[in-house]
């Protein structure tokens, strides 16, 4: 029972990317999903996170604005996709679950952690 991310990769300043996270042993329908991201020598930091139904969203100011987090519940994936990604935006991304999606969307417990993928910006 997990989430994976993945579709991280070398992508240049002023492209775009689009990660996706899935599940595995359990409908993801059912619960909020959260994206994080650890930059090298950072603590993880929470980027966005979407409520089951899909009708709530926040974003951490950094990234409004040019992300946007979406999700399949049919297919049981969820996604974040980046425009006009920046250096600093350079971090092992992740993916896990909560309850709800609430405007301290930050806060634990998240769980069903999987592996990050990361993603490095080109300058």
């Known amino acids: 029972v997990q989430l994976q991310a993945s579709g991280g990769g070398l992508v240049q300043a002023g492209g775009s990317l689009r990660l996706s996270c899935a599940a595995s042993?359990?409908?993801?329908?059912?619960?909020?999903v959260g994206w994080f991201r650890q930059a090298p020598g950072k603590t993880r930091e929470a980027v966005s996170c979407?409520?089951?139904?899909?009708?709530?969203?926040h974003y951490v100011d950094s990234v409004k604005g040019r992300s946007t987090i979406s999700r399949d519940n049919d297919n049981s994936t969820a996604y974040l996709q980046m425009s006009s990604p920046k250096p600093e935006d350079t971090a092992v991304y992740y993916c896990?679950?909560?309850?709800?999606?609430?405007?301290?969307?930050?806060?634990?417990?998240?769980?069903?952690w999987g592996q990050g993928t990361q993603v490095t910006v080109s300058s």
């Open positions: 979407i409520s089951a139904s899909g009708r709530k969203i």
């Open positions: 896990a679950s909560r309850r709800d999606c609430t405007a301290n969307y930050w806060r634990p417990p998240y769980v069903n």
């Open positions: 042993g359990f409908p993801l329908g059912e619960v909020a």
